[in-house]
């Protein structure tokens, strides 16, 4: 078992609060907060979208591969990722073995209702069916975020409180 003083890593799918959850965690533990996203839009100058329509999604995971191998290296904090991470096995080797892995999971139905509105995924944009692309990116990526993942944590229809409490249960072993 992993000591809860290392890293905690927050995956799973896109509106699944990885972010929300992830500041109040980090907030609640006096930990910092990265997401590896904001970090990759800092440090490029440019926003996901504008990279994936640039570079595409190989030139965005590219980027999030040097990051991901970068910031999981730092100690006492906890990591927002993006919702691709687990695509690439050198992301994973690096998040399974330097800290705690919370996957973060969630239905299709509740990934569309929180995803709806926002033009920042550059993966639902020009997208007939949201919904149809959220169901396959899920059956490509829940088996991976599974294979990482030291606890499942299911956020469907919870508040950030409740999960951030479940999270700090089983980091404290009493779940």
């Known amino acids: 078992m992993k000591s809860s003083l290392d890293n905690i890593f927050l995956v799973g799918p896109m509106g699944a609060g990885k972010t929300t959850i992830g500041r109040l965690l980090a907030s609640e533990m006096q930990l910092e907060f990265v997401d590896s996203d904001a970090e990759i ?14 570079e595409g ?3 965005f995971r590219l980027r999030e591969k040097k990051i991901i191998a970068e910031l999981t290296e730092r100690k ?3 990591l927002a990722t993006g919702g ?3 695509l690439d096995s050198q992301n994973r080797k690096f998040l399974q073995g330097r800290g705690v892995v919370i996957y973060l999971m969630t239905t299709v139905s509740q990934q569309a209702e929180r995803t709806r509105r926002d033009q920042k995924r550059p993966l639902l944009q020009n997208v007939q069916d949201p919904r149809a692309r959220l169901t396959e990116l899920m059956e490509i990526r829940d088996p ?3 294979e990482i993942a030291d606890y499942i944590i299911v956020t469907h229809r919870r508040g950030p409180k409740a ?3 479940e999270i700090a249960q089983h980091l404290a072993g009493k779940l």
């Open 84 to 86: 691709g991470v687990v």
């Open 144 to 146: 991976l975020y599974r």
């Open 76 to 78: 006492g904090m906890v």
């Open 163 to 165: 999960v951030c409490a």
């Open 57 to 59: 999604e190989p030139g």
């Open 41 to 54: 839009e800092q440090r490029s100058g440019a926003s996901i979208s504008w990279i994936f329509d640039v």
